[in-house]
């Protein structure tokens, strides 16, 4: 049989006056050998009860019993089944007790006599957590009665006897002379019965001194125990951090690490500056009860605590956010909403902090209905693991910069090539023209006037193609150092197309080029900037959309209003077109989709870099768009809007300049739509 009712509850119930007390495994060791003794130095028979939780705890004091035998033979001792411990009749009687009973938590031994009276009933509690994995029996903790009040010892050993007798029914007549010699029924309990202890003054003075031994020692445990923990969650993300310097992989694991340590609801682990107003939940531990708060966007800015934990650089514990008791309790009042929508009753936030500086906070929370009290241990533990990753986020910082600088130092470098092969090769080319004309010039004096004017063009036109090179550079040293002065004015979007239209026609030669379609709606607003460097853009996404377009193909300009703010002006070409995977670097310096030796155009590679510097000085932003190759390409970039004012170009005005194209000989045609 099994029997799954605890005998200290069992002996409570019969005897409800009864307080248990609390004793640790030495204490009993100690009651129970002077329970012992006082059988072994009496000369009267006594009964006898032992009950152990497992055979090994029997084994140790086996020979006690056997000298316990020989004075009486009213002995029972009681243990789980095990491989030398079964229920059989020799010195005294063993009872083997199935591993599932009740009897596994619990220590027993009573002992009647006719001068000597005295019982042990007590159960194993659950160890701590702060002791859980501690594998000393000094930490072992039982709750109970011992006494040596008659009444209670009688009823205990009544309990037991009908236990032995579940157990071994062939013991029936052993049992009831035990009954009968031992037992008296007409005894009646003490009015001051409290189940604590009896006269021997010597035992009692005994287990009072072992108890806060014990307790000390229990203390001692405890803190080596909690600084062990403490260590070794500290060296495993001490070891994360030497092995990375990724933040987010540092942060998954110290919560992760840190929440099952505590065994809290839910912990977070967030980097933010002083200044940030939201931060993204990333990385979190959770616990079967609470709510995730992964991805969400959790506030900061609205968090009255953030503002304490910025002014003070302090832990924060609040044990009961409903409490009105709080220091904190107007904090918290002001970010109720919060509190209940995440069910945070106890909250610890700890900051990371480098040279006084805010770089992230821990949050620990717990969200069951009854508060947590922080203990010391817990903010130590906290506090150590945040001076780790306060390190850590520095130097994922100082890590990221240096890949930054990095990728700028390469670019660097690649400019620097680009650069000496671009230029060595727009550079190279018309001063070899102008050596070669020049030389034939001074070579041949009789060289025919035709031939003479040819070669005087020649050159001509490769120091101005040398002209505009050193030029673009010049400018675009300019725009990216920030130097330039920008003549901001109201200024009519349809003349800067007109000039920029102008200034591609007087720069082309006589070769047949594609046909440019403008579309300006009647009403456009003025834009605000400045007409010379606008005109330039426009200038070079045409004269760049000529380049790449064949002489079949179209180039359009269109304006378009996308925002109360700004106007949209879009060079759309049906050309050679650009791949989808190139977009993003068009706008690089020396950026040439041929490549630098091998270009079927001339060219630096400035001209687009120019126009983005231009568009950004300006307040707007440039972009371009591709289907692919040969899909043609369309540029867009925006422009301010002068705000309140409107062109004033007329309805009759925009059809006589429809009626009668811009067109020059050589020159590529202008179509303009309304």
């Known amino acids: ?74 002995v029972y001792v009681l243990s789980a089944l095990g491989t030398s411990f079964v229920s059989r009749s020799d010195n005294y009687e063993t009872v083997a007790f199935d591993t599932t009973d009740a009897l596994t938590q619990e ?65 029936a007549d052993k049992l009831a002379i035990a009954r009968q010699r031992y037992i008296d029924p007409t005894l009646a309990p003490n009015e001051q019965l409290d189940g604590s202890g009896g006269p021997d003054p010597f035992t009692q003075r005994l287990v009072t001194y072992l108890q806060a031994g014990q307790y000390k020692l229990l203390k001692a445990y405890k803190a080596i125990s909690a600084q062990e923990r403490r260590e070794r969650l500290v060296n495993s993300i001490t070891s994360v951090v030497r092995q990375s310097l990724d933040a987010d992989e540092i942060f998954a694991k110290a919560s992760q690490e840190l929440g099952q340590a505590l065994q809290v609801c839910r912990c977070l682990i967030y980097p933010c500056t002083a200044t940030d107003a939201t931060v993204m939940i990333a990385h979190q531990h959770l616990n079967d009860t609470a709510e995730s708060l992964l991805g969400e966007t959790w506030p900061l800015a609205t968090n009255p605590l953030f503002d304490y934990i910025q002014d003070t650089k302090e832990t924060i514990a609040i044990a009961d956010t409903q409490s009105r008791e709080s220091p904190f309790r107007q904090e918290l009042e002001a970010i109720r909403p919060l509190i209940e929508r995440w069910q ?192 330039e853009v426009l200038a070079k996404l045409l004269d760049n959309a000529q380049k790449f377009t064949p002489t079949a193909g179209k180039i359009t300009i269109q304006v378009t209003r996308p925002s109360p703010t700004h106007l949209q002006v879009t060079v759309a070409d049906t050309g050679r077109g650009i791949e989808p995977s190139r977009l993003h670097v068009v706008f690089d310096r020396f950026y040439q989709e041929e490549g630098a030796l091998r270009r079927t155009t001339g060219g630096t590679g400035l ?62 045609s202008v179509l303009l739509d309304d």
């Open 107 to 171: 220590w027993h031994l009573v002992v009647i006599g006719a001068d000597y009276t005295a019982c042990l009933i007590c159960r194993e509690r659950s160890p701590e957590p702060a002791t859980s994995g501690h594998p000393l029996d000094q930490t072992r903790r039982f709750e109970g009665i011992w006494t040596q009040d008659p009444y209670v010892s009688q009823r205990a050993a009544i309990i037991l006897l009908d236990r032995i007798a579940g157990y071994r029914p062939d013991l």
């Open 344 to 535: 945070i009753r106890s909250w610890l936030i700890v900051p990371l902090t480098y040279q006084d500086r805010l770089v992230g906070l821990i949050e620990l929370h717990h969200c069951q209905l009854q508060p947590h009290e922080w203990s010391e241990d817990d903010t130590a533990l906290v506090d150590a693991i945040a001076a780790q990753l306060s390190v850590a986020i520095i130097q994922a910082e100082a890590y990221t910069n240096l890949q930054d600088l990095n990728q700028q130092l390469a670019a660097l470098d690649r400019t620097r090539a680009n650069l000496i092969a671009i230029t060595g090769h727009e550079l190279r080319t018309p001063l070899s023209t102008i050596q070669v004309c020049l030389e034939s010039l001074a070579t041949e004096p009789d060289m025919p006037n035709e031939l003479r004017q040819i070669m005087l063009q020649s050159a001509l036109e490769d120091a101005e193609r040398m002209r505009k090179l050193v030029q673009d550079f010049l400018t675009l040293s300019r725009l990216e150092s920030g130097r330039v002065e920008w003549n901001l004015e109201s200024l009519s979007i349809q003349e800067c197309v007109d000039l920029a239209l102008s200034s591609i026609r007087s720069s082309h030669d006589s070769a047949p080029r594609s046909t440019i379609k403008v579309k300006i709606p009647k009403q456009v607003p003025l834009v605000r900037a400045d007409g010379e460097w606008l005109v």
């Open 1 to 74: 049989m099994s029997n799954s009712t605890s005998v200290v509850e069992e002996l409570l119930s019969a005897i409800p006056q009864l307080r248990p007390s609390l004793y640790f495994k030495t204490s009993l060791t100690a009651l129970s050998h002077a329970m012992e003794d006082h059988v072994l130095a009496g000369a009267a028979e006594s009964l006898v009860i032992a009950s152990f939780q497992q055979e090994r705890f029997y084994l140790q004091e086996a020979n006690r019993y056997l000298r316990i035998a020989e004075l009486t033979d009213q």
């Open 607 to 668: 001209g687009l870099a120019m126009c983005r510097q231009i568009v950004e000085g300006l307040g707007g932003t440039i972009w371009a768009e591709s289907g692919g190759k040969d899909k043609g390409s369309q540029f867009h970039f925006t422009v301010p809007i002068a705000q309140g004012k409107l062109d004033g170009r007329s309805s009759r005005s925009a059809k006589t300049v429809k009626k009668q194209p811009a067109t020059v000989p050589g020159s590529p």
